[in-house]
């Protein structure tokens, strides 16, 4: 039997520490090493707590206890009636481990289940104090922010790449309380009612029968509804182009979607859209790329931003608004503010820059952080307030009581990761998981039991300062006397010109995926009425995206169900020109056995100095030639880099490939991993280079060293410096079909 003390008996093999190495310094382009050391307690302020109140529940090489504290000798055995005989019922340790083991799991979220989020900071300019006083926005003024990033559609454990609207939500923990903008990277949604919510998931989530697809709308019951509820057109056509598939959450945009009223310090209100720029642009995997990592790492967004945070690559945003005068219409150039499936272009609303956000610090558990957190609409601070959209209306209702049923109860604030940053003194009492010990006799108002308090800040008069005076106080915006209803604005009724807007606002490339997107998604559909009735609802769109569709589906292109609308695009909406910064995008190096330090090292801190991360990929693990090898032709896959120099062709390597394989491989003059890398990265217009020594993988895959984005020279260092300059505009456009037809 083994002794639990066994590590304080003298001769006794000492324990091993876990075989990991310091966490990488920033910019070390070795991937993250776990971190093995005790989890950080941290106050609702998010301060780490030091010494015994810090670590007393890390582990740590202290004494295991039980959740109360008792020290304990053995925590893997339970207590039995003999080494063979049947476990005791008074076995408290055993009870106590599983017990709370099988209560680990709580409900995921009904919506955005899966998500990766992380820590910093908001800094206002300074620019918003004429229309909003919320202090937050004032110039210099930093706000701890936590950001979490999520798919709508997927379980918790689903693929990160699927194709899906992202959700963006940031709290931020102001001094005037938490204010949670919760947004998506789409500025549209599919209805313009939230009574159509339950409606629009149920048909987008697995089919009720036999729970699948996972995470996917090509499916009957999602195209079902979208076809039948025209409404959701626009926000469709999103999704099915490229920014329905991110290449990262650092290079999404985001947007509060809804229209908004902010009040500055004179009382005036006016109405905005929230945007999130993103520093690095707005940037797409290609289909096959998303398809491909769904498998090949299903964590590749959550992996890409903790990587990125810990390589010092801090992701940053500039939130900036649109502002529209607060009318009795609550329109801007005809479009209906309040209604949620509508955009208004930038061109006629120009997004105004008022502060920007940088995320500098990964979660240190993810269940305490990430999973835990609870956003709300409600959840507004003095100088923020929601408009009638009916959209966030529901939402005011619903992300509250959701916590109830997810996080157990009325005291979810309470949560480390949701205590608000400013002082609470509510008047909120008991329930599940209480925290708080309140003093005091009278949590009612007016009291006279607990000395009044406490005060409201109405007639406190001159004794409060003028940040004391900053109450949250309703807008008192007008609302048109009516009868009560269940009916839409007429407005509303328009469900497709700006589906055509966005679609005319698309380059030809773009414009391609989204044809190929559409043919795909419906080509998944069994039943035939779903996709003659979608067709027609693209007919609407755009004849041509109507024609290209029903071509590839073998289907006859119908006529529109309305008269196609007289609409211009938008440019801005256009992911495609531009150059952006390359902060953390990855470099592939292929080297083989015989390739020298001289030849890797110099580009390796080249690609260090640009911000970019290295990772040298070689025929097998370890160092070549001292040089650290990040991936394997094994465990290295083109989709995770940006591009790819080649310092070397290697050979192949009969015994990694299988017995099967080794004629093959004896015959062939390129290692097939290798040449499968080219071709991929090619086919994904990614930036390739090769010096003379790895040109040999360029003839094998079949690209032409003279092709777009390729480039060749004599040694590496020539080599990326020419590629250096392809990465900012992040592919190599040229080489889509649609480009060069
Ligand atoms: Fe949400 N949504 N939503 N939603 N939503 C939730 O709240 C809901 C909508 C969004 O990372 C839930 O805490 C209704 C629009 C994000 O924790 C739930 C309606 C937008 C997140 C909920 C909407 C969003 C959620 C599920 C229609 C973009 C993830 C768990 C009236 C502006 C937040 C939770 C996180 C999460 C309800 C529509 C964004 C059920 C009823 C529009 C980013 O309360």
Known sequence: MSDPTRDQIPGAPAPQPPSVEEPGTPHDPLPPKPDHGAPELRTATGEALEGEEGTARGQQGRWLTTATGVKLRDTDHSLKAGPRGPTLLQDHHLREKITHFDHERIPERVVHARGAAAHGYFEGYGTAGEICLAGVFEEGRRTPTFVRFSTVLGSRGSADTVRDTRGFATKFYTDEGTWDLVGNNMPVFFIQDGIKFPDIIHAGKPHPDREIPQAQSAHDTFWDFVSLHTEAQHHTIWNMSDRGIPRSYRMMEGFGVHTFRVVNAEGATSLVKFHWKPKLGVHSLTWEEAQMLGGLDPDFHRRDLADAIEAGAFPEWELGVQVFPDTDDQTFHGIDLLDPTKLVPEEIAPV????????DRNPTNYFAETEQVAFHTGHLVPGIDVTDDPLLQARNFSYLDTQLSRLGGPNFNQLPINRPHAPVNDMLRD??????????VAPYRPNSLDGGCPFSLENQGEDLSDEQKRAFVDAAA??????????????YDDHFSQARLFWLSLSPVEKEHVVRAYTFELGKCYEQAIKERQLVALASIDADLCEQVATGLGLPAPDPSVAVADVEGSPALSQLGGTWPVDGRIIGLVVDTTTSAAQVQPVREAVLA????????GPRGGEIDGVPVQRTFATGRSVELDAVLLIAAPVPAPDALGARDEKAAGEAAVDPRVRLLVEECFRHSKAVGATSAGQAVLESAGVAADAPGVVVADDPEAAWEQLAELLPAHRVWDRFPAALA
Do not use: T, Y
């Open 352 to 359: 105004q820059p008022i502060g920007k956000m940088v995320l």
């Open 610 to 617: 640009a911000g970019m991360v290295p990772f040298v990929v």
């Open 431 to 440: 329930g599940m998981h209480q925290h708080a010990v309140h003093p005091g």
């Open 478 to 491: 007008s609302i048109e006397a009516s009868r009560k209803v269940r009916a839409n604005p007429a407005s």
